[in-house]
Structure formats: structure tokens, C-alpha cells
């Protein structure tokens, strides 16, 4: 572009060379500054491209002018358009002008009619008001009657007779409770008539809902089955609502309990007979009456009939007040609050302890049947062990149903005054057994066995503890327990046969008291809760033993000829001085020695024989054998003693005799330590 610019100035002429030559710088200076990274000058070439003007001189020379044409047509064609939008902003003018003659035309219409209208206006305001008020009050009369009021078909159901008690009675009878119970707000009001009014009507409705419930409580409870399963829901949901009465629910208590007691009591002599009063008989059903023969039997019939039907009894009364938690004792707690009088001080309500109550109240007349039976049945026995069953039994069926009744309640007291009487007859029993025996056993039997008397007593003992052992009495107690059964049937006839051996002589005396001490350790033996007595009497067998042992001692050291030997021996000691003492002592002479000799040689070969002979009516014959064992190893000990000293005394004199005599004594000694080795063997054996 530069080089056609050159070409243009060229071309051009005309004014002065100086002039030219500036014109010509300043205008090369110009086209030379020009930056072509220029975002305008890349704009105008970019329109120049796309009018596709050639490069020639001719229109180089009219491209300003054709530029300038361009710009003052669109000018023109702008002030044109702004022509015509003045001429439509001249008409919108003219438009809003009107609009604004009529909106003051209609303002000053609207303040003419303000004017005019005012004061209905007003009086339309106050009225509309008005009735928003009144429909505040009517919304508040409608919302007070339909909270406080009761309709004419709700009283009915409420107190009506011939109405069923259902679910809408109940829903009825706790809409009055919450009535009765929002008066109180009322109160709280500076107009108190209106609550102290619905407070009368509503406790008036709240009586005769539940004077209909009381009446309709007591008609069922004539014909309620306790051992149907399928007890009235309506009547467990009507007890706990009653409950909030405590008068009424104490009535309809006495009247049932009346009548379960009389079912009860008909049930049990139903029982015993066969025949109920209602002529409702079971054909498959034996009377208990029929085993009266058979006192145990029987009283544990009649037992376990009480202890079944006190079982039943209690279940069905649970499923009947408490099934459903603590419902009953929270109804019966608002009743106290309804009915201050009828509270005590301090106490609170326990539910096991009212349903505990209520069955011994039931139970009452089976109580007092069962105690007349039952007593009429001990003082018939006569056999202590019966009647010692008969007692641990009551005392079994106590403990059981104490963990079902109260300790007062009647059936208890029942049991454990029949328990007592029970044990008073069998110790007036076993005080006339105790007489019979202090008047018959007066010797001991010929052949030392154990008394038949006090056989018998052991034979009764194993069946007194196989009882007692049956019972529910406490581990830890058991043995206390048990002591005075002992101190009543044993230990008489223990202290009867203790007299017996001292007219006796040794060994028999020793032998007798093993016999039965034994006897009567084996019977005690079998069970745990005899320990103590067994002590006793093992100190006493160990006593007898032991004199046995030294009898059979005795016998051995006498029969045998060693005694005066051993006499003789035992008091010296093995210095040199006693035992060259020893050949001058008068047993030891020869003639002596010789018969002591003989005495042994013919004492050997039966000395066990004849020692067990001495024990031939000890029954225990194993003890009499380790009796006799023991009594000849100390007859061993005394001989070896003997022989020691002996043997001592010859090493104490030297060898004063010849190899012969030397050989004859060895010999005579190597004969009898064969001897008396051979004996020991026999004994052990």
C-alpha cells in the first residue's frame, strides 16, 4: 500500500515542492505509524474486503468521497426513523393526557360517592363485626355443649338398664370422667355456677354409670364358669372400671367370694362322696372316701384336691383382676382419691397381696372341711410311721402352697395347725413306745445279737427317714430338723440297751454293745442328715474295739504262757546290769522256761481259733477278724520283745557253752522262728 500511495503522489501536481514534501512526510509519518495489530485498523480493511473494491487509482481517488456518500445516507435514513418515532412519542402523549383528564374525573366521582356512602359504610363494618363475633361465640357454645353436655341417647346408654354394657358405654362413662374432671377449670373462673352446676350433673351421670356397672357385675358373677377360658372380656375391663369405686368393688368382692366359696366347698365334698348338691354328678369320678382305710391316702388325696384347686383358683383370678398389668391397682388407686374414707393412711395398694386376699377368702370353707377331715384322721392311727408320713406330707403340701397363699391365709394356718397336730400324736405315740421298751428290755439277748425291740425301732427309723428324706425340708437344716425324731424313737431304746451289758462280762458286755452300735450305725448311715448321731457312735464302736483288742491281747499272753516272761521283762531297760538280772528270775528258770515252752508249743497251733472263738457272737465277723489280727501282731511284738531281751542276756554272758550247744540252740531257735512266722501268717490271714 505504500508503494501506490508513492505512485499517487507521483501523479499528483500542483502548490509548491515544500509543501508537498511535508504533506508527503506527515503523511507517510502517519501511514508508517500505524500498527496493523490494531483491532480498529483490522476492522476497517475487513470492511473494505467485503464491499470488493479493486485497488486501481480511480477509485482510490473517490474512495473518501464514497465513504462520506455512505455515511450521510445512513444519517439521513436515522433521522428519519426518529422522525416518525416523535411523531407516534407526540401521540402516546396526547393519549396519556386523556387518561389522566379521566382518572381525575373518576377521583372526583369516587370522593363524591365516599362522601355520599360513608356512613353505611360504617354501619356495614360494625354489623359484618358483629357477626363475627357472634359466630365466635356460637363455634364456642357449639364446641362447650358438645365437651360439657351429654346427648339424650348417651344418657341412655349410660344409665339405662336396658342398655348392654359394650363398648360405647365405656367410651360414655370415660367421656363423664373427663367432663367431671374439667369442672375443676370452671371452678378456677371468677363465675363459678356454671362449673359447680355441671359438676352436680356430671358426678350424678358418673353414679348412675356406675351403679348400672355394679348391678351388671354382680349378674354376671352368678353365672361366671372361673374354669371356662373364655372369660367375658367385658367383665375384666368392668372390674378394673368398678375398681375406681371402692365401695362398690368391695360389694361385688364379698358377694363373689360368698359364692366361690360355697362352689368351692360343694366341689369338695363333691370330692369325697361322688355327689355334688347340684345333683351334677361325674360317674367316672371315684370318692375320695373310698380309700379312708388308708389314712395316707387318703389325706393326700384331699391334699393334692386342694392343692389343685387352689392352683386353679389363683390362675383364673389373675386372668380375671390383674391379666392385663397393673390396670386393676391403678383403677383402685383413683378410687382411693374419689373416696378418701375408704383409704388408710400409708398404705399403698399390692396386687399379689389383694389376689392373695381373695383366694384365702375363697378357700375358706375347704380350709375348714380339710382341718375337720384330717384331724378326725390322725387321732384315728395308732402306727407312729403313718403318722409321721401323715405329717411330713402336710408339711410337704405347706411348703408348696406357700408359694401361692400368704402365710395367714386360712389354708395355711389349716396346714400348719394339722402339721403340729400330727407331730403331737406321734410323740404321744412314740412317749407310750418309749414306755413299752424301758418296761421289756431288761437283759440282753442269749446270743448277744441286736435287741428285737430295738430291731423293730430301726425298721421303723429307715422308715421315718426315707420320709423325712422326701421332704421339702432346707439342706442346711436338715440334720437339726431330724434331731428331735432321733432324740424320740432312738435314742430311748439306745439308752435302754446301754444298762443291758453291765451285767454282762468281758468280752460279751463289748461284743453286745458292737452288735447293735453297729446295727444301728448301718441304718443311720444311709441317709445325710444323721451325721452327728453316726460321730457319736463310731467314738463308742472305736471304744469297744479297742477293748476287744486288748481282751484278745490278754488272751494270747495268758493261753500262750508269755505273760509272766513279759512281766518280768518289761519293767528292765537293755543296760548290762538288767540283762545279767535276767537268768536269775524266777521265770526263767529252767523248769520254768521248759513249761513255757510247752505252754507256747501247744498255744500255736489252734491260739486263733480259740481267739476267735472269745468273738464267736460278734456278727460282724470281718471286724471280729481284724480284731484278732490286730491283737496278735501286738502278741507278736511282745514275743519279738521277749526274744530281743532274751538274745541281749545271752551276749551279755559269752560263749559258755560248746559248738554242739551252740548248734542245738541255733537250730531251736531257727524252729521256733518258723513257728511263730507261720502264726503271724495264719493270724493276718
Given at each position: ?48 474486503d ?6 486501481t ?79 365466635k ?16 341417647e ?37 363465675n ?6 355441671l ?17 351388671y ?78 389314712a395316707?391316702?387318703y ?6 384336691w ?24 391403678k ?44 384331724e ?153 442328715f ?86 464267736k ?29 532274751l ?39
Amino acid at each position: 500500500m505504500s508503494l501506490d500511495l508513492s505512485e499517487d503522489y507521483d501523479d499528483r501536481s500542483g502548490g509548491s515542492l515544500n509543501q508537498r514534501n511535508n504533506a508527503l512526510s506527515n503523511r507517510l509519518s502517519g501511514v508508517l505509524s500505524v500498527s496493523y495489530a490494531d483491532s480498529e485498523i483490522r476492522e476497517a480493511l475487513r470492511l473494505l474486503d467485503s464491499k470488493n473494491v479493486k485497488n486501481t487509482p480511480d477509485l482510490r481517488r473517490r474512495l473518501r468521497l464514497d465513504l462520506q456518500r455512505e455515511v450521510i445516507t445512513c444519517n439521513g435514513s436515522i433521522v428519519k426513523d426518529f422522525g416518525q418515532v416523535a411523531e407516534q412519542l407526540k401521540q402516546v402523549g396526547s393519549t396519556i393526557s386523556s387518561l389522566n383528564k379521566c382518572c381525575e374525573d373518576m377521583r372526583r366521582q369516587v370522593a363524591a360517592a365516599r362522601q355520599e356512602y360513608a356512613p353505611v359504610l360504617d354501619e356495614a363494618s360494625t354489623l359484618l363485626a358483629q357477626r363475627q363475633d357472634l359466630e365466635k361465640k356460637k363455634q364456642l357454645l357449639n364446641a362447650f355443649n358438645k365437651h360439657f353436655i351429654l346427648s339424650d341417647e348417651e344418657l341412655t346408654v349410660l344409665t339405662s338398664a336396658t342398655e348392654p354394657i359394650d363398648e360405647n358405654f365405656f367410651t360414655i362413662l370415660a367421656r363423664i370422667k373427663q367432663i367431671h374432671s374439667d369442672c375443676r377449670v370452671l371452678l378456677g373462673s371468677e363465675n363459678q355456677r356454671l362449673g359447680l352446676e355441671l359438676m352436680d350433673q356430671s358426678s350424678r351421670h358418673l353414679n348412675n354409670g356406675y351403679q348400672k356397672l355394679y348391678r351388671y357385675i354382680q349378674r354376671e358373677f352368678k353365672t361366671l364358669d372361673l374354669e371356662n377360658p373364655q372369660i367375658n372380656a367385658f367383665i375384666r375391663r368392668s372390674l378394673r372400671t368398678l375398681a375406681e369405686r371402692p365401695t362398690l368393688f368391695e360389694n361385688c368382692l364379698d358377694s363373689f367370694s360368698e359364692a366361690r366359696e360355697h362352689i368351692l366347698t360343694d366341689g369338695f365334698y363333691s370330692a369325697l362322696t361322688g355327689s355334688s348338691l347340684n345333683q351334677d354328678n361325674d360317674p367316672m369320678m371315684k370318692p375320695i372316701e373310698l380309700h379312708a382305710h388308708d389314712a395316707l391316702r387318703y389325706i393326700g388325696d384331699m391334699l393334692a384336691w386342694t392343692h389343685s384347686a387352689t392352683v386353679s383358683e389363683r390362675e383364673s383370678l389373675e386372668s380375671l383382676f390383674i391379666a392385663e398389668g397393673d390396670e386393676m391397682a391403678k383403677g383402685i388407686q383413683a378410687g382411693r382419691h374419689s373416696e378418701p374414707w375408704s383409704a388408710v393412711d400409708g398404705e399403698t395398694f399390692d396386687g399379689q397381696k389383694a389376689l392373695g386376699d381373695l383366694v384365702n377368702r375363697n378357700m375358706a370353707g375347704v380350709a375348714r372341711a380339710l382341718r375337720q377331715r384330717i384331724e378326725q384322721a390322725i387321732q384315728g392311727q395308732s402306727d407312729s410311721v403313718t403318722v409321721y408320713k401323715i405329717a411330713n406330707l402336710i408339711s410337704f403340701y405347706r411348703v408348696t402352697l406357700s408359694k401361692l397363699l400368704q402365710s395367714e391365709s386360712s389354708i395355711m394356718e389349716t396346714l400348719s395347725s394339722l402339721e403340729t397336730s400330727a407331730m403331737r400324736q406321734f410323740e404321744a405315740l412314740q412317749s407310750d413306745h418309749t414306755a413299752t421298751v424301758q418296761a421289756e428290755l431288761t437283759q440282753a439277748p442269749s446270743d448277744l445279737s441286736v435287741p428285737e425291740i430295738l430291731d423293730d425301732t430301726l425298721s421303723q427309723l429307715r422308715a421315718l427317714m426315707k420320709s423325712y428324706d422326701s421332704s421339702l425340708a432346707p439342706i442346711e437344716s436338715r440334720e437339726e430338723g431330724f434331731q428331735p425324731i432321733l432324740n424320740q424313737t432312738l435314742k430311748p431304746v439306745l439308752d435302754a440297751c446301754e444298762n443291758l451289758p453291765k451285767d454282762l462280762e468281758m468280752p460279751a458286755n463289748h461284743i453286745f454293745l458292737l452288735n447293735y452300735h453297729l446295727a444301728t450305725k448301718k441304718t443311720l448311715q444311709l441317709f445325710d442328715f444323721t451325721h452327728s448321731l453316726v460321730a457319736e457312735l463310731d467314738k463308742s464302736i472305736e471304744s469297744s474295739t479297742t477293748n476287744l483288742i486288748d481282751y484278745q491281747h490278754a488272751f494270747f499272753l495268758h493261753v500262750s504262757g508269755l505273760h509272766p516272761l513279759l512281766t518280768a521283762l518289761i519293767p528292765l531297760s537293755d543296760s548290762t546290769e538288767d540283762l545279767a538280772r535276767i537268768p536269775i528270775l524266777p521265770p526263767f528258770q529252767a523248769t520254768a522256761l521248759t513249761e513255757a515252752s510247752q505252754t507256747l508249743d501247744d498255744f500255736l497251733p489252734s491260739a486263733l481259733m480259740d481267739a476267735l472263738e472269745n468273738l464267736k457272737r460278734l456278727k460282724d465277723t470281718k471286724l471280729a477278724g481284724e480284731i484278732t489280727s490286730e491283737a496278735a501282731d501286738r502278741f507278736c511284738e511282745d514275743f519279738e520283745f521277749v526274744e530281743g531281751k532274751l538274745a541281749a542276756a545271752d551276749g551279755v554272758f559269752g560263749d559258755d557253752e560248746d559248738e554242739d550247744g551252740q548248734s542245738s540252740d541255733a537250730e531251736d531257735e531257727e524252729v521256733a522262728d518258723q513257728d511263730r512266722d507261720e502264726w503271724r501268717d495264719k493270724s493276718v490271714a
